[in-house]
Structures are given as structure tokens and as C-alpha cells.
């Protein structure tokens, strides 16, 4: 990194210069691609976190038994390269794939929906890729809540879901804050299901720097554009933390 660093800060004739970082502050172009960064890892984390609470839920009020087969089926697609598992997205969300199959089969569409090469696959293919991530996360807090809460939480008369707002979700936020700064920081650095199910249409910082480092051969620029996204990612991250760090979740951020 220090070299892609040192790499970033020369020209061509080897003299040290900043005009790489002013020309991605001046394009907006380059603005425009990490806007859109921004924001398909910000809609992955809203993805991930509507599906993984419930199953985190699930999780944390089984046996052992059960809680360790949920974990392992949680893990399994894991097992299996990110490029195979994207492939598999193809099969399902290409014209011709499951969901447009069906939809027109049941007459819902007359022609296909366009669910890849467009920011909607590209979401998809993360949420799949990172949801393990932050089941994990929320079950781990939803572990370590004392049963008895439920217990005096009922014998003062609250119901099942005055016992979630109440009880359950605040003691959850410490695995929830931890599961969204894992899951935003991976996306903004996610390579492989941006290309493969974004497409062209889709342009993101990795794909980017890859591009002007592979293509075009700038690799000052490339390198520029590299810290530039390390950069955004670690302000917004500590951004979020520092807005989310209160004296009651701040062991979850010591580290």
C-alpha cells in the first residue's frame, strides 16, 4: 500500500506531484462514481439488515443443535467462489432466467424485467454475497441477552412486540452497528459482483482503478484513485461510528 501510495504522488518523469488526486476532485465524472459507490453499498446494508434480523432472531431462540445447522447453512454458500455464486445470479435474473421465466409464464409481465447489468443486480449480487456477515453480527448480541428480560419484561405486562422495541432490538444495536460498518466497507471495496452483474452501466471505485491501472495503463492515477476510495470509506465509517458511539455501545467500537 505504501508503494501504491508513493506510486500515486509521481508523473510520468518520476517527480513528485498532486495532479492525480486534483483530477479526480475536478471530474465529475469521478464524483459521480463515488456517489454511486456510496450508494449501492449503502442500499447492500439496508438489504442485508432486513434479511438478517429475522434470521438472527431465529438463531438466537433455537437449541444448540439447530443454531449450529442455521450457522453452517449460513456459511456453506461461502464455500463456493464468489464468481460461481454470481454466475448462478445470471440463471435467475437474466431475461431469460428464472424470475422473468416465471413472471411471464403467470402472465404478471409481458416482457422481461431488467434485473442485471443495472445497480439493482449489483445490490442483489452483495446482499448475497455479505447477509453472512451480518446475520453473525446481530446473532452475537442477540446471544448474549439475559432470557430473564423476557421474563420481567411479561410479568409487567408487555407483549411479544412490546418486548422487541423494548428489550430485544436496543440490546441488538451494538451487533447491527457492527454488522453495517462490515458490510458498507466490504461493498465499497466489492470487485468481482459489480463487474459481473453491474456491467458497463454500473461503474464503482474498484472497477475504476481497475480499469485505469489494466486498460489504460495509468497507474498513478489507478493508485490515485485507490486511496481516494480507501479515503471515503474510512471517513464514513468513522462518521458513523462516532454518531452511533454512546457510553452504552462503546465497548463495540474499543477495538
Known amino acids: 500500500m505504501m508503494l501504491m501510495f508513493i506510486q500515486s504522488l509521481i508523473d510520468e518523469q518520476s517527480n513528485f506531484t498532486i495532479a492525480n ?4 476532485f475536478q471530474e465529475p465524472f469521478y464524483w459521480g ?13 439496508l438489504g ?9 432472531m431465529f438463531m438466537a431462540g433455537s437449541t444448540g443443535k439447530i443454531r449450529a445447522i442455521v450457522t453452517f447453512l449460513v456459511l456453506l454458500p461461502h464455500l ?33 424485467l431488467r ?4 445497480e439493482l443486480g449489483t445490490v442483489i449480487g452483495l446482499v448475497d454475497s455479505f447477509v453472512a456477515y451480518m446475520i453473525l453480527a446481530i446473532a452475537t448480541s442477540l446471544y448474549s441477552i439475559n432470557p430473564s428480560l423476557y421474563k420481567a419484561g411479561a410479568i409487567m405486562g408487555a407483549n411479544r412486540l412490546r418486548c422487541f422495541f423494548s428489550i430485544t432490538f436496543p440490546l441488538s444495536l451494538p451487533g447491527v452497528y457492527s454488522g453495517i460498518v462490515l458490510v458498507f466497507s466490504l461493498s465499497m471495496s466489492a470487485f468481482v459482483t459489480p463487474t459481473l452483474l453491474g456491467g458497463t452501466s454500473v461503474k464503482v471505485m474498484p472497477t475504476l482503478t481497475y480499469q ?5 495503463l495509468n497507474w498513478p492515477l489507478g493508485a490515485a484513485i485507490s486511496f481516494v476510495l480507501l479515503a471515503s470509506t474510512i471517513l464514513l465509517v468513522s462518521t458513523f461510528t462516532k454518531l452511533t458511539e454512546t457510553k452504552r455501545y462503546k465497548e463495540v467500537f474499543k477495538s
Open 48 to 56: 442485508t439488515l432486513i434479511l438478517s434480523y429475522p434470521v438472527a
Open 33 to 45: 462514481v463515488l456517489w454511486q459507490t456510496i450508494k449501492i453499498s449503502s442500499l447492500t446494508v
Open 115 to 118: 434485473l442485471m447489468y443495472n
Open 212 to 216: 485505469q491501472i489494466m486498460f489504460t
Open 80 to 112: 463456493v467462489s464468489v464468481v460461481i455464486r454470481n454466475f448462478g445470479w445470471t440463471i435467475i435474473l437474466n431475461e431469460r432466467g428464472l424470475i422473468n421465466t416465471f413472471l411471464l409464464e403467470i402472465g404478471i409481465i409481458n416482457q422481461p
Open 21 to 24: 488526486y486534483l483530477v479526480f
